[in-house]
C-alpha cells in the first residue's frame, strides 16, 4: 500500500526555519517524482517544490532562495528545508508524488502537516 507521511511541522517565529520530512513507501519513491505542496486558509494549493522526472527540481518564486529540497535514497525520504520564514509561508504542507506512465497520471498525498509562522 503506497503511503506518504509527513512530519516536521510546528509553530516558528518570523526569520525561523523548519525542515519537513516526508517518508514513503520504496515503490512510490523509486518510480514517483516528489515534491511539497501547501494550502493556506482560503486560499488554493499551490505548488512549493518538486523532483521533475528528470531528476531537476522547481522551486515557486515565493520560496526560492529561500527553502531547499532533498532527498535521500536510503531512506525513502524527501526533505522541504525552509529557512527565513514569513508569516504568509503559513499553511497546511502536502507531500505529493507524481507519474505518468503511457499518458497515464496517478498521484497520491500526505496527510499533510501544519506550518505557522508567527510571533
Known amino acids: 500500500q503506497a503511503t506518504l507521511v509527513e512530519s516536521g511541522g510546528g509553530l516558528v517565529q518570523p526569520g525561523g526555519s523548519l525542515r519537513l520530512s516526508c517518508a514513503a513507501s520504496?515503490?512510490?519513491?523509486?518510480?514517483?517524482?516528489m515534491g511539497w505542496y501547501r494550502q493556506a486558509p482560503g486560499k488554493q494549493r499551490e505548488l512549493v517544490s518538486t523532483?521533475?522526472?528528470?531528476?531537476?527540481?522547481r522551486y515557486s518564486d515565493s520560496v526560492k532562495g529561500r527553502f531547499t529540497i532533498s532527498r535521500d535514497n536510503g531512506k525513502n525520504t524527501v526533505y522541504l528545508q525552509m529557512n527565513s520564514l514569513k508569516p504568509e509561508d503559513t499553511a497546511v504542507y502536502y507531500c505529493?508524488?507524481?507519474?505518468?506512465?503511457?499518458?497515464?497520471?496517478?498521484?497520491?498525498w500526505g496527510q499533510g502537516t501544519q506550518v505557522t509562522v508567527s510571533s
Open positions: 520504496g515503490s512510490i519513491f523509486s518510480t514517483y517524482a
Open positions: 523532483f521533475t522526472t528528470g531528476g531537476s527540481t
Open positions: 505529493h508524488a507524481y507519474r505518468v506512465v503511457f499518458g497515464k497520471s496517478s498521484d497520491y
